[in-house]
């Protein structure tokens, strides 16, 4: 059985702990937040016997084989090094890094120390997308000529709405596309197979100052004293709420995508459209258990999650029966069950490839990440 200690208790950490606990692959020994109280409270929740407020005290216990990374951007690259020069495997949350050297770095030092490196693209792990990938890589759509669609989020709508990631020291020098555009694009690349080639993005910040409530205060949490003119101080943003861009792929498809932040009523709204010579796919996170099949010559169709209708690989990914949703807590827990599978088995010392995201697929999004922000502020395509 591993061992696992997780770092960071915000809004990510305890979810990864919910979904670690469900794979039964794994005993959570340690927690580590600065925040001592936090640490606490999580530990006597999840029944965790060791707490730490500093990292670097969890990464000296011996019996650690795994450390999952769930803290503000900015940490993950010394977080990640640290881990894996204590000889840790790590599962990082995304962005990997704040840029693609760091990612580089990390990705690089995984392989030299011979230890698996995770990035948590848990979004793919929905049963239909795993589908959609099934259907596109086995052909069912004919020749791929175009994905595109959006991520649109409103939890960043108002002024008053403030959260670390707006502070580009603490997030890195993108926000929204580096934060759930990440998320986009790996799925974008996951279904089709293939990678980004040359981009033309256009980044809109259309709050340029927001007003920081004195409350600490979680993703997604709207501080008591948001309306208080005493409770808050105003802040300078220099980071996206909005984006637009052009794409091109590997194999002639070409995508487009809308990334926002600041959308009333989108919540967690991942949508994407995959269009072929033969049919079409869409699918979106708000109703992950629907997957949109388009045609020309017959009726469009609507598949239902239901393990029985999934098609190869896909049928993996689906817990429960058809009607039972599956939402996103059970992707992660799809996620962090293939990952422990394959460090039980010792996967990499059998020359098995990870199945999962990596450290690879991180500092592929660290690129596409640092080429949009040029292309924005060159205004011209750029290629990768
Ligand atoms: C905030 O935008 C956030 O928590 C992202 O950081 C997550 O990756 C996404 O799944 C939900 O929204």
């Not at 929905?126 to 589908?131: A, G």
């Not at 993108?174 to 986009?184: E, L, P, Q, Y």
């Not at 926002?260 to 049919?279: M, P, T």
């Not at 388009?294 to 098609?311: A, T, V, Y």
Request: some cysteine.
């Amino acid at each position: 059985m591993m061992k696992t200690g997780i770092i960071g208790l915000g809004f990510i950490g305890p979810a990864h702990m919910e979904a670690l606990l469900r794979t039964g692959l794994s005993q959570i020994v340690a927690v580590a937040d600065t925040n001592e109280q936090l640490a606490r409270s999580c530990a006597a929740k999840f029944n965790v016997p060791e707490v730490y407020s500093d990292y670097r005290q969890l990464l000296q216990n011996p019996e650690i084989n795994v450390v999952h990374i769930c803290t503000p951007n900015y940490l993950h690259y010394e977080i990640a090094k640290a881990a894996l020069e204590a000889g840790k495997h790590v599962v990082c949350e995304k962005p990997l890094a704040i840029c693609s050297k760091q990612a580089e770095e990390l990705m690089r030092l995984a392989e030299e120390k011979g230890l698996t490196g995770v990035t948590s693209f848990n979004l793919r792990y929905y049963p239909l997308v795993q589908q959609a990938r099934e259907m596109v890589q086995t052909g069912k759509l004919g020749r791929l000529y175009a994905y595109h669609g959006s991520y649109l989020q409103d939890w960043l709508l108002y002024d008053t709405d403030y959260s670390w990631r707006l502070d580009s020291k603490v997030s890195g020098p993108s926000r929204a596309v580096a934060d759930i555009g990440s998320h986009w694009f790996d799925m974008a690349c996951f279904i089709t197979g293939s990678r980004v080639t040359e981009l033309c993005a256009d980044l809109s910040t259309f709050l340029p100052v927001r007003k920081k409530s004195r409350t600490q205060c979680l993703t997604f949490q709207t501080p008591q004293s948001a309306n208080d003119p005493m409770e808050y101080e105003e802040i300078a943003i220099d980071t996206e709420d909005f984006a637009t861009i052009l794409f091109r792929m590997e194999n002639g498809i070409r995508g487009s995508l809308t990334i926002s932040q600041v959308s009333a009523g989108r919540k967690n709204f991942l949508q994407f459209e995959a269009d072929g010579a033969e049919s079409a796919l869409s699918w979106n996170s708000e109703q992950p258990n629907r997957l949109w099949i388009g045609h020309r010559d017959q009726c469009n169709e609507e598949m239902i999650k239901d393990p029985g209708l999934l098609q190869g690989q896909a049928r993996k990914f689906a817990s429960y029966p058809g009607g039972h949703a599956e939402g996103f807590p059970d992707t992660s827990k799809q996620l962090l069950e293939q990952v422990y599978s394959y460090l039980a088995e010792d996967g990499r010392r059998h020359g098995i490839k990870p199945q999962f995201p990596t450290f690879a697929d991180g500092w592929q999004e660290a690129r596409l990440c640092e080429a949009i922000l040029e292309s924005s502020q060159q205004r011209r395509w750029v290629q990768l």
